[in-house]
């Protein structure tokens, strides 16, 4: 049995001391004996969660799949500047991600 993990710190186990062994994923999958993977990123958006699940190649050998949905308020742009994925949590760095916009336009 394989089983396919994704969300956020949550999911990822960001508050535990040892997280890939006492996150919740590791432990539902030794109870059921199944291959776990762990998809997860602290502080990732449901964007990005979506994105990861959209490009998985063999995603019909998974057996059950456990996707945790984060703050709606999370998101993400694309840094053409970069190349990456910048993070945005109001929470955080709203007010960087407008300075950033703001300053494409010029």
Known sequence: MKIYFNGCSWTFGEE???KREE???RLVSKVLDAEET???KAGGSNDRIIRKMMYI?????YDLAVIQMTYPARTEYWDKNTNEW???NPKYNFSRWLTHQNNDRV
């Open 16 to 18: 535990l001391e040892n």
């Open 23 to 25: 996150r919740f994923s």
């Open 38 to 40: 762990n998809d997860s």
């Open 57 to 61: 190649d063999n995603f019909e050998e």
């Open 86 to 88: 910048i993070r945005v």
